[in-house]
């Protein structure tokens, strides 16, 4: 039996590349980030985290990340504000909406290239929806 996803039936098979991800954390309460940041560093990307919405708009476009991470409640603009803007230059963006809230009024459903996880959510849970995100981005409708 193969003792990981690298191994096949033939035997170990050659492990392929991790790709490194640019990933912005946008979370006001700092401690949450800070572990977050280190749960994703741990599994080799570049991290970055700020804890305001304004700061959340600016880092996008500095950073140019491959995900961004939001809380929905920060500081000046809402992690939903921050995505609508940051969308405008950047339609397919992946985000993964963070709430404490766990409110099943409203969802990420119908938002494209999104995901809603409710906290206190595991380590697991985040690396998945990361992965699973990546593999389903939709690009941006173009001309036809």
Known sequence: MANSLAESADGPGPTPPRKELRIL???????????LMTLLRDEGHDVRAVH??????DAV???QPDVVLLDIALPELSGW?????????EPAMPVIYMTGT??????????PNSVLLAKP??????????????????PPAGPT
């Open 121 to 138: 959510f595991a380590p697991a849970q985040l690396v998945t929806a990361i992965a699973n995100l990546l593999n389903t981005v939709t």
């Open 81 to 89: 504000e921050v995505a609508r803007a940051a969308r405008e230059n």
């Open 102 to 111: 766990h409110g099943e009024e409203w969802t990420s459903k119908g938002v």
């Open 52 to 57: 305001r919405g304004r700061q959340a708009l």
């Open 25 to 35: 954390i946008a979370d006001d309460d700092r401690d949450a980030a800070l572990t």
């Open 61 to 63: 476009a500095e950073f």
